[in-house]
């Protein structure tokens, strides 16, 4: 099956046998890709790739000359991570979550929501994430600088799952 890559909304010429290493837990997915006798490109960390229906960031580049004549030619290779280090990267300030003594107790969805509102309006939940969250109570926690990443992991260690996202706007859960 050949396997389409786009980097920055562009196609690009992908050498078979790329390597992808998906975990399931609080580590990051990462590739490791090869565009063979290509033109220079602009790319940047951080830039968006995608290998079919597989969406990541670029994490780092290395370029090396693959032929002079008649147009110089590269070799890139390009590491890739997923694109839930967008929320490792949303530092927070010291937060805590205290529920209150009477009245309707906050459930981790509330909470992740209201996180959510501050720190990633650009994101969206799965359905998948609400189900599994919604009728929770969420204990109290307090954090010292945490990322948004650990912030929500955090939560959702109650209910057994670890964030992640499988594209660049939907925050998902793994369980």
């Given at each position: ?58 994490s ?52 992740l ?46 209910v ?16």
């Amino acid at each position: 099956m050949a396997n389409n890559l786009y980097i920055n909304g562009i196609e690009r010429a992908l050498k078979p046998g790329w390597s992808h290493t998906k975990k399931l837990n609080t580590e990051l997915d990462t590739a490791l890709i090869m565009i063979p006798k290509t033109e220079e490109f602009d790319i940047e960390p951080m830039d968006e790739a995608r290998i079919d229906t597989t969406y990541f960031y670029v994490s780092t580049i290395r370029r090396k000359i693959a032929s002079f004549a008649p147009v110089k030619k590269w070799n890139y290779t390009i590491g890739l991570v997923s694109p839930t280090i967008r929320l490792q990267r949303i530092i927070l300030p010291n937060r805590s979550i205290t529920q209150r003594f009477r009245g309707t107790k906050l459930t981790i969805y509330d909470v992740l929501l209201r996180y959510k509102s501050i720190y990633a309006p650009w994101a969206e939940f799965s359905y998948n994430l609400q189900l599994k969250t919604q009728n929770v109570v969420c204990p109290e926690f307090q954090w010292t600088q945490p990322t948004l990443f650990e912030v929500f992991n955090d939560l959702l260690k109650v209910v057994n799952c670890v964030v992640t996202m499988p594209t660049y706007t939907q925050i998902s859960v793994l369980d």
